[in-house]
Structures are given as structure tokens and as C-alpha cells.
């Protein structure tokens, strides 16, 4: 479909102004009886305007027994097709003025209309976050910041707020710094994810709504009774949905309000049992688990899997596991089956080997070799050019639990 409409250009229009994009076109139109109007419509389908979101019909002025029918572009009423004489006998053409505003065109045909002509990737797009559009824009599209976010709220009637990513992740507690370009500054979201409501202030803790597929996969290798280990857990995608699966989970965050949240999150969704919450930094909380879940029986006891999303470090809080069963190794030789965690690290590389440059990177924190022969390194998605996020999943080995420090 060619199209015919578009909006008036004002290259350089920093601030939104609506009335700017209103515009006319005058198009060909033909007189039908209202009664052949289906009929028409089927029969010379072809020969109708057939613009995106704007009818093919409009009232007739001169008439209520009449249609108008509006036909394509570059129509020739001299060479009237047969699919339109067949239905009626003495076609009457007459010229329709199309009156367009704002409201009609999309946000990316506005944003095309204001940005230079020879931009690129024009900034439509977005992630959203319950009632929030979260954008991430481009140095050279800041001028712009604020018409594009008015215009992202105005085409989207579920967005009631629209933020920039304004710096990079922060490193202590995983927020983006961020500003407000247009809408109502309420930064509470609320979403559902994995069958759990989640409900935390946006602009104090980490949340991405792109990690929901890989939340699920990890969830899915959950059994029921199960003990789960999250040691980045923020306000619970893998954590909520562990518990409600029948897992037992730890469940741990540095941040304050990822903490409160957490706890939040977890009477909203009514878990009356089997999730304990922490507020430490990740190397403590892992020692600490380790400890809290040995101590609930005499006999050897450990987790099943142990999270770690913080791609940006988490590989660093892998020493950790070094000798941390140490004290308890004979515990651990006098089970019949005893079992060592699987530890899910994510983590993102650049290099054209990532497996091998992951592998490399797990044995430099930890000191010691992975059974790398029963490691999986998974990738989850593109966050960049040449930069990809990946979850390495390997077993505990015992060389590394019981291992003397370095």
C-alpha cells in the first residue's frame, strides 16, 4: 500500500505544537447508492483509497440515500474500470476534501516530520513498564527530548508517563538514572510477569521488562520443594514465581528499595510461606544462605540452584563459592546422595569466543577449574553492538565447595 498521506514537515520543531500538523488533500470520490456500497467495496476493492487508518467512505453532503466512496490515487474517471461499471451505470465523480490533524498520523510519521531529513532510527520506540514508557535516546536526539516524549504519550493511551535513561546503570544498587519528559511524575509501576504481580518504585530499582523470556526459562528448570538461592534478586522476577511453584527460596538485595519492594511484592501475592528475604551485599548473602539453610537440619543440606543476575559483575561474587562448604564437609561425606548447587551466572562478553572468554573469566574469580564438560553457556540477548548478555549454568563442584582459601 503507497502512502498517500503524510504530515506538513517542520524540520527543527523542538516544541510540540499541534496545530502545526493539520493538512488537506483532495481526492476523487464516486456517488453510490447507499445500499451498493458493500457491494462496491467488494467488487472494485482495487480501485479505493485505501489509506491506513482512515475509511474508504464519507457521508455525501448532497445526500442521506448516498454514499462517497473514495478512490485510489491517480484515478482516471475517462477510463472508468469495469469492476465500477458493472455496478453502476452512469458513475457521477466528484472531488472530497480529506482534512487531516494530529491525531491522525503516528508517532513516528510526526517525529520523521520534525527530525533532520537525513536521521536515522527515529526514536519511537520504547520499553514499557506498567503505566511508563522507559526510553533510552541517543545523544543527537536530546533537542528533541520533550516533543518526543509528549508525542509517545499522546499516541499511547496507556502511558501515562515518559522517561530517558539518562546515565548508565548505577553500580551500587542497579537503577537507571533518569529524567521525566513528559506526564504525570509517578514512578510507582505495576506489573504482571510469570503468573506474579510486581508492583516498585521505577526510578529507584532495577526492572526490564526484555529479561521476562529469560526469568521463565531458568523458572521452568524450578522442581517443586526445590531450594533456590537468589543472590540479585530485586523485587522478585525469579523469586515470586519460584515460591508460588512450590520452591523454597532465598532471596537476597543490596538495594534498600529493591528490600522493601521485595517484602511488598510478596504479601500482594499472597505467599504466606517458603521465601526469606535479605538485605546484604551478594559475596555476604551467599555465606549466609549457605549457613541459614544448613541450619534447618543436622543432616547435609544445600541448594538446588543459585541465581545470580548482575550481568554487569556478577561474576566477580563467584570467589564466594570458594570453600564455602569447607567447615561441613562431613556432612556432605556422610549423606548417601548428597548434592551441590547449579549455579546460573549471568554476564555479558564481547568476545567473538564467549564461551571460552566466559569459561576463562569464572576460573579467574574462583581460582579453580568449572567441570566445564557439564557447563552450558546460554545466550539471553543483545544489549549493544559486539555485546551480548549469556548465562553460564554449571554444577558446584566439590573442589571448589570444600577448597582451601586462596
Not at 458493500?38 to 457521508?59: E, G, I
Not at 504519550?153 to 533518569?178: P, W, Y
Not at 526459562?217 to 534478586?233: A, Q, S, W
Not at 554476564?347 to 564461551?355: L, M, N, Y
Request: glycine share 4%; with cysteine; proline share 5%.
Amino acid at each position: 500500500m503507497t502512502a498517500l498521506f503524510r504530515p506538513p514537515v517542520h524540520r527543527g520543531m523542538t516544541a510540540l505544537n499541534r496545530e502545526a500538523f493539520k493538512t488537506t488533500y483532495q481526492v476523487k470520490a464516486i456517488r453510490v447508492p447507499v445500499k451498493k456500497v458493500k457491494d462496491f467495496m467488494k467488487t472494485a476493492s482495487d480501485q479505493l483509497l485505501n489509506q491506513p487508518r482512515y475509511p474508504n467512505v464519507a457521508a455525501d453532503p448532497t445526500s442521506k440515500d448516498n454514499k462517497l466512496l473514495l478512490l485510489k490515487n491517480g484515478f482516471e474517471k475517462d477510463d472508468v474500470p469495469s469492476s465500477i461499471k458493472s455496478l453502476v451505470d452512469n458513475p457521477d465523480f466528484v472531488t472530497h476534501t480529506v482534512e487531516l490533524d494530529y491525531g491522525y498520523w503516528t508517532a513516528e510519521q510526526i517525529l520523521h516530520a520534525v527530525m533532520p531529513e537525513n536521521a536515522t532510527d527515529i526514536p519511537s520506540s520504547f520499553t514499557q513498564i506498567g503505566h511508563i514508557a522507559h526510553m533510552n535516546l541517543r545523544e543527537d536526539y536530546l533537542p528533541w527530548k520533550h516533543l518526543i516524549g509528549e508525542v509517545i504519550l499522546d499516541k499511547n493511551k496507556n502511558i501515562t508517563a515518559v522517561v530517558n535513561k539518562t546515565d548508565s546503570i548505577d553500580t551500587t544498587f542497579r537503577f537507571f538514572k533518569m529524567e521525566l519528559l513528559a506526564g504525570e511524575n509517578n514512578m510507582i509501576a505495576q506489573v504482571k510477569e510469570s503468573g506474579c504481580i510486581f508492583k516498585f518504585d521505577f526510578s529507584r530499582v532495577y526492572w526490564n521488562s526484555r529479561l521476562q523470556t529469560e526469568h521463565d526459562r531458568l523458572i521452568k528448570k524450578f522442581k517443586k520443594d526445590e531450594y533456590i538461592c537468589d543472590v540479585f534478586g530485586g523485587v522478585g522476577p525469579f523469586a515470586l514465581p519460584a515460591a508460588k511453584k512450590g520452591c523454597r527460596v532465598y532471596a537476597n538485595d543490596l538495594n534498600p528499595e529493591s528490600f522493601r519492594w521485595l517484602q511488598e511484592n510478596i504479601k500482594i501475592n499472597k505467599i504466606m510461606s517458603g521465601i526469606k528475604s535479605y538485605n546484604l551485599d551478594g559475596s555476604a548473602f551467599i555465606q549466609q544462605a549457605a549457613h541459614d539453610l544448613q541450619a534447618t537440619s543436622k543432616e547435609w543440606k544445600a541448594f538446588d540452584h543459585v541465581v545470580m543476575n548482575l550481568p554487569a559483575t556478577a561474576i566477580e561474587f563467584l570467589g564466594a563459592f570458594r570453600g564455602i562448604y569447607r567447615e561441613r564437609k562431613s556432612l556432605y561425606e556422610a549423606a548417601a546422595d548428597p548434592k551441590l548447587p547449579t549455579i546460573h551466572c549471568h554476564c555479558f562478553s564481547k568476545s567473538q569466543d564467549p564461551t571460552r572468554d566466559i569459561f576463562d573469566r569464572v576460573k579467574q574469580a574462583i581460582g579453580l577449574h568449572i567441570d566445564e564438560s557439564r557447563a552450558e553457556v546460554h545466550l539471553v540477548r543483545n544489549v549493544a553492538p559486539k555485546k551480548n548478555m549469556y548465562c553460564i549454568s554449571f554444577p558446584l563442584t566439590p573442589e571448589i565447595a570444600f577448597a582451601a582459601p586462596r
